[in-house]
């Protein structure tokens, strides 16, 4: 699905005047946008950037906020190893780029990409506690996991959400052909596809859950608290 830009009127989708960390921003983070699109929501994240520094070793670490307390937005250096099968290849490319790129949600708990372990695999976020499916109405799903062979604890978290999950699923894929995104409240424990992301990359993902975060936008509109 094509991305929403910013509304014409909101002064955020220009480029970040006169230089400086904005400006810096939006230079570093643009391997994170698929289109024109994606830019203006670069810029309007551009806005509420209050400082922002890469480090000599790839890390970066920036500080995002409009008022109140700010956000420390993490991002590691660049994973050099090798991804293990499956780790679908947009995901990867953000983890060449920052091997994790999150910040804490103001309800508790990660948000973001948490790049990539040793082993390949996406690191764990938020802890996935994989027995929480058996409490929710889940049946249908885990009846079709076991079928191919597998089981909760399987399944890999793809991105931070706070205290919920938002999982890898390794039965449905996304128009460009890799596994497809679920998510989990810690609440109601239902396997929930989400929609929304089937027809983008993981770099707009990424940069989709900060603009939801940080501006408010509604692009990732299948999770909830």
């Given at each position: 699905?094509?991305?929403?830009?910013?509304?014409?009127?909101?002064?955020?989708?220009?480029?970040?005047?006169?230089?400086?960390?904005?400006?810096?921003?939006?230079?570093h983070?643009?391997?994170?946008?698929?289109?024109?699109?994606?830019?203006?929501?670069?810029?309007?994240?551009?806005?509420?950037?209050?400082?922002?520094?890469?480090?000599?070793?790839?890390?970066?670490?920036?500080?995002?906020?409009w008022?109140?307390?700010?956000?420390?937005?993490r991002?590691?250096?660049?994973?050099?190893?090798?991804?293990?099968?499956?780790?679908?290849?947009?995901?990867?490319d953000?983890?060449?780029?920052?091997?994790?790129?999150?910040?804490?949600?103001?309800?508790?708990?990660?948000?973001?990409?948490?790049?990539?372990?040793?082993?390949g695999?996406?690191?764990s976020?938020?802890?996935?506690?994989?027995?929480?499916?058996?409490?929710?109405?889940?049946?249908?799903?885990?009846?079709?996991?076991?079928?191919?062979?597998?089981?909760?604890?399987?399944?890999?978290?793809?991105?931070?959400?706070?205290?919920?999950?938002?999982?890898?699923?390794?039965?449905?894929?996304?128009?460009?052909?890799?596994?497809?995104?679920?998510?989990?409240?810690?609440?109601?424990?239902?396997?929930?596809?989400?929609?929304?992301?089937?027809?983008?990359?993981?770099?707009?993902?990424?940069?989709?859950?900060?603009?939801?975060?940080?501006?408010?936008?509604?692009?990732?509109?299948?999770?909830?608290?």
């Open positions: 699905m094509p991305t929403t830009p910013a509304p014409a009127d909101d002064p955020t989708t220009g480029p970040p005047a006169g230089g400086g960390p904005g400006a810096a921003f939006v230079e983070f643009a391997f994170l946008c698929a289109g024109e699109d994606d830019r203006g929501l670069l810029r309007g994240l551009a806005a509420t950037v209050r400082s922002f520094e890469v480090a000599d070793d790839g890390s970066a670490h920036a500080v995002l906020g008022v109140g307390e700010p956000h420390d937005v991002c590691g250096p660049p994973f050099v190893g090798r991804p293990a099968p499956g780790v679908p290849a947009s995901y990867v953000v983890a060449r780029t920052h091997n994790g790129i999150s910040w804490e949600s103001y309800g508790g708990g990660p948000l973001g990409h948490p790049g990539l372990g040793a082993d695999l996406p690191d976020v938020g802890v996935w506690e994989h027995d929480a499916l058996e409490e929710g109405d889940n049946e249908e799903f885990l009846a079709r996991l076991g079928a191919a062979g597998l089981s909760p604890a399987d399944l890999q978290e793809a991105f931070g959400s706070g205290q919920n999950w938002i999982l890898f699923d390794p039965l449905r894929a996304t128009t460009g052909g890799e596994h497809a995104v679920a998510f989990v409240s810690h609440e109601s424990c239902e396997w929930e596809p989400m929609a929304s992301t089937e027809g983008v990359g993981y770099g707009t993902v990424l940069l989709w859950q900060l603009s939801d975060y940080f501006l408010d936008t509604e692009l990732i509109h299948d999770t909830h608290n």
